[in-house]
C-alpha cells in the first residue's frame, strides 16, 4: 500500500503521465514501491484499450544533476536495446517516456527477483550449505548473459592506461577510513597497485558496452532468465573487464560480511565466470586489476562497518583481500 503523504505527492505526476503518449486514454494503479538508491521507483498497472501492462516510475532524488541523468540513462536505453538482438533487448526496460524536468523516466517492467535478494536468502551460513547447486546456477545464467551483452556490443580494444585507472581509484581508496578501515590503508594499496599493475600499461584490452553498475541489486532472476536493469552508468566503449570487476569486487565485499557464507560466494564467483568464459581464457592480471577497483567502489557506496566484533572482523578479511588483489599483478 502507498503511504499517504507519498500517494498525494504522486498524484500530480500520475496525472501528468496520464497526458502523454503513450498513456492519454489509460489509468494507472499504483503496485508497489520497489527499493532503489538515490531514486524513488514506483511499480504501476497500466490500463488502456490495448490491454494491460506493467510500468515502472523512477524519479531522480531533486539534485542538479537529476535532469541530466534522466536524459542519459533514457538515451542510454534506446541505444542498448537497438545494439541488441530482439531476445536479449528483451532483458532490458524499454524506455516509454522520459519527464526530464521533473526527473522521471517511465519504463516497461522486466520480469525478475533481485539477485541481491536471492543470494540474502540462499547464500548464508544457514541455508547455503542447501542451496549452493541453485546459486552455482543462478551465476553462471548471469555469466552467460554478460558474455552475450558484451559480444553484442563488442568494439575496438583499448590500451591500459595505469595513469588513468589510479586516477580512478585514488577518490574511491580515501573513502576507505570513514568506512572503518585503518588509517593508511588507502595509501598502501595505492602504492602496491601503482607498482604491480605498470607493467600492465599499454596493454590492449578487449572492449565492449559498459553497463556501469553490474551488481546484484540490478540483476532480476526469473526461473532461467536474466534481466538487468540501471543504465544510468552505461558507455558504449569500455574494457570488458570493468562489469567483470565490479561484480565481482561486489561478491568479494559481500564473502567478508558475517551472514553469507564465503563457500557458496566462492561457488558463485567460479560460476560466474564459468557461463562468462565459454571454455576461454581470461587475463588474470587485469581480472584481479579490475576487481580491486570494483571492490573499492562498492565499499566507498557502501554503508560504514559497524565499530563492533562483526565489523571490525569485515574489515580485517577485506583488508587482507584488497591487499593480495594489489599486489597480484605479474610483473615478469
Request: proline share 5%; net charge positive.
Amino acid at each position: 500500500m502507498q503511504p499517504r503523504g507519498d500517494s498525494e505527492c504522486n498524484r500530480e505526476l500520475e496525472r501528468e503521465i496520464l497526458t502523454q503518449p503513450p498513456f492519454v486514454g489509460g489509468t494507472l494503479t499504483f503496485a508497489r514501491r520497489v527499493s532503489a538508491t538515490h531514486s524513488n521507483l514506483l511499480e504501476y498497472v497500466f490500463q488502456s484499450r490495448e490491454g494491460r501492462r506493467i510500468v515502472m516510475v523512477k524519479q531522480q532524488d531533486e539534485s542538479a544533476e537529476s535532469e541530466g541523468l534522466t536524459v542519459r540513462e533514457c538515451a542510454s536505453l534506446r541505444r542498448v536495446r537497438g545494439l541488441l538482438d530482439p531476445s536479449l533487448a528483451r532483458t532490458v526496460p524499454e524506455p516509454l517516456l522520459v519527464l526530464p524536468k521533473r526527473g522521471v523516466l517511465v519504463t516497461t517492467k522486466v520480469p525478475g527477483s533481485s539477485l541481491a535478494g536471492i543470494l540474502k536468502k540462499n547464500a548464508n551460513h544457514l541455508s547455503g550449505p542447501f542451496r549452493r547447486g541453485m546459486v552455482r546456477k543462478i551465476a553462471e545464467r548471469i555469466g552467460n548473459w554478460l558474455r552475450s551483452f558484451q559480444t553484442a556490443t563488442r568494439a575496438e580494444p583499448i590500451p591500459f592506461n595505469i595513469a588513468s585507472y589510479l586516477t580512478d581509484l585514488e577518490p574511491q581508496l580515501s573513502k576507505l577510513e570513514e568506512k572503518g578501515f585503518e588509517p593508511g590503508l588507502a595509501q598502501e594499496i595505492l602504492r602496491h597497485a601503482a607498482m604491480q599493475f605498470a607493467s600492465l600499461n599499454g596493454r590492449l584490452v578487449s572492449a565492449a558496452a559498459k553497463h556501469g553498475d553490474f551488481i546484484p541489486q540490478n540483476i532480476l532472476i526469473e526461473r532461467d532468465g536474466v534481466a538487468v536493469v540501471d543504465f544510468e552508468g552505461f558507455r558504449e566503449r569500455e574494457s570488458v573487464y570493468e562489469d567483470l570487476g565490479t561484480f565481482l569486487g561486489y561478491i568479494l565485499v559481500l564473502s567478508a560480511r558475517v551472514p553469507y557464507s564465503i563457500q557458496s560466494l566462492n561457488a558463485a564467483r567460479q560460476s560466474f565466470l564459468t557461463g562468462f568464459l565459454a571454455e576461454e581464457t581470461i587475463d588474470q592480471d587485469l581480472l584481479s586489476t579490475y576487481t580491486l577497483k570494483g571492490a573499492v567502489r562498492i565499499i566507498a557506496d557502501g554503508a560504514a562497518f559497524a565499530r563492533n566484533w562483526s565489523g571490525l572482523g569485515a574489515a580485517r578479511r577485506l583488508t587482507k583481500r584488497l591487499l593480495h588483489l594489489a599486489s597480484s599483478a605479474n610483473t615478469a
